[in-house]
């Protein structure tokens, strides 16, 4: 296994980077799951999260296993918010997720950051509508009371691996989001606030609401300080998906 859980992640400005098959990020024992991206950035798995195995295709693989059945949020990865402002600046998204049937009606991320039940950024799941969807927000507003977009994609995501991607690109204005490793959706917008965090920023809560939060696995996760381009998505993408047997 090459640097960063793949022979062929981007790592030029990887702020984040936790993969629970590599022991340098989870060892087998313990509440941490360890930053691989030489930041520090460590996590807590809250509530009784564990790292367990599940077999997909044939293919074994340790991961995040969140057990969020009723409407709470105690099963949880949490890590220090501050490093996750990104004021202006471009940034991207990435993680991997196998959501357990029955699917919980909710928005539990992927990755995010919320505060008082609303989301202020995540790579998610939006099971409230009778077509569930992965997405990619940015929904804070600005002092034009112009809000960043919400892409949501469709998608037969249940019971599979998928690899979910949002990029937020400061710079041209974009909002965009890609599900194993093909663009979906490009969304622009006018938001020129700034893009914080909030009381609770990691993986597996809910975002909104009192449903659960996520009934499923999480496995290797990354966030980018810059707007990944289309080609080092798919580059992330393949680098892992052998892993993952899709």
Known sequence: MGAFAGPNIITSGLLFQIDPVDARSYPGSGTTIYDLSGNQIN????GG?????????????????FQNTTATNTYTVTVPTTPFQFGTNSFTLCGWVYQLTPVNPGTPCIFGSAVSGNSLYQIGIDSLNSAPSLRFSASATDSNSVSAATSAY?????????????????TNNLISQYINGLPVATISTSYTGNIGNGGQTGMGFLVSGSNPGLYGYIGAVSVYNFALSANQVAQNFNALRGRYAI
């Not at 996590?43 to 809250?46: A, K, P, R």
């Not at 998608?155 to 690109?169: I, P, Q």
């Open 43 to 46: 996590g807590t798995l809250n």
């Open 154 to 170: 469709t998608v037969n995501f249940a019971n599979t691996w998928v690899y979910s991607v949002g990029v937020f690109d400061r």
């Open 49 to 65: 999260t564990t790292v367990a195995s599940l077999t997909y295709n044939n293919t074994t693989n340790q991961s995040l296993y």
